[in-house]
């Protein structure tokens, strides 16, 4: 009978083990996904000044728009940063990115061409990494509210992810921005 209970407990503690394993592991998924967005945020951040930079040369009288790319900038890139902030970038971006439009000289920039490429880029990744997180944060929460982790999930600290965090998570702040100057 000892045998019993003895081989009982060692399949639970091994069960356990597993259980706990394979949530850190998926915890870490969500945690990367986080990172990923991070990086993207910041490469899209380090990007901003060098267009602006452009746009200077060829627009110098739309000053207004290129004030507000450079506050939503700074702003978006500084502190704690929810989609609002992002959005609020990203009109300002698309209204810098339509002077190229008024300005065939600035369209046909090589200059601003490769910085369009680049953000181009850069928003094709954030998209995927948003993506990316998303699936995580999906196999993550059903791992943890599958039986019979689900009994052992929250006694172990695994907290649900919310899908509706990922947007504040995104906190891009920029350390050191390279100062380019294209004239």
């Known amino acids: 009978m000892e045998f019993i209970l003895l081989g009982i407990a060692v399949v639970l503690v091994i069960l356990g083990i597993g259980i706990y394993n394979k949530l850190v592991a998926l915890r870490q998924n969500v945690n990367q996904g986080v990172a990923d967005i991070d990086a993207q945020l910041r490469q899209r951040h380090d990007l901003i000044p060098n267009l602006v930079s452009t746009v200077k040369g060829y627009a110098a009288h739309e000053q207004e728009t290129l004030e507000s790319v450079i506050a939503a900038r700074n702003h978006a890139a500084s502190g704690s940063i929810n989609s609002a902030d ?63 982790a689900v009994l052992f ?4 600290g695994f907290e649900e992810a919310d899908f509706h965090r990922l947007d504040d998570s995104e906190k891009g702040v920029v350390d050191q921005v390279p100062n380019v100057q294209f004239s």
């Open 86 to 148: 992002e959005q609020t970038l990203r009109v300002a971006l698309d209204k810098l990115l339509a002077l190229g439009e008024a300005y065939p000289d600035l369209k046909a920039s090589s200059n601003f061409q490769e910085l369009q490429r680049e953000l181009s880029d850069v928003e094709d990744k954030l998209a995927a990494a948003r993506r990316a997180l998303n699936a995580a944060v999906s196999r993550y929460n059903t791992g943890r509210e599958s039986f019979p």
């Open 153 to 156: 999930a929250g006694m172990l």
